[in-house]
């Protein structure tokens, strides 16, 4: 299954996934369920720096441990 292969994947979170490898990488080792949480989170983000700051923070992971 691809990044936008899910009709719920935002366009802003895909693009900033895109535009970070690392964080990238994190969300696709995610369960499906941790990636609905976390695609729910992301309908509270109005700006582009926002969704930037919030898929850097995927990084530290510590948010699904």
């Known amino acids: 299954m691809g ?6 994947m935002p366009m802003g979170l895909g693009m ?3 535009r970070n490898p690392e964080a990238l ?4 080792s995610l369960s499906p369920d941790q ?3 976390l695609i729910d ?4 983000i109005s700006s582009k720096q ?3 700051v919030f898929v850097d923070s995927i990084v530290g992971g ?4």
């Open 3 to 8: 990044l936008f292969d899910s009709p719920e």
């Open 16 to 18: 900033a996934l895109i």
């Open 25 to 28: 990488r994190k969300y696709s």
């Open 35 to 37: 990636k609905r949480a």
């Open 41 to 44: 989170r992301t309908h509270l």
């Open 50 to 52: 926002d969704m930037e």
């Open 62 to 65: 510590n948010q699904f441990q």
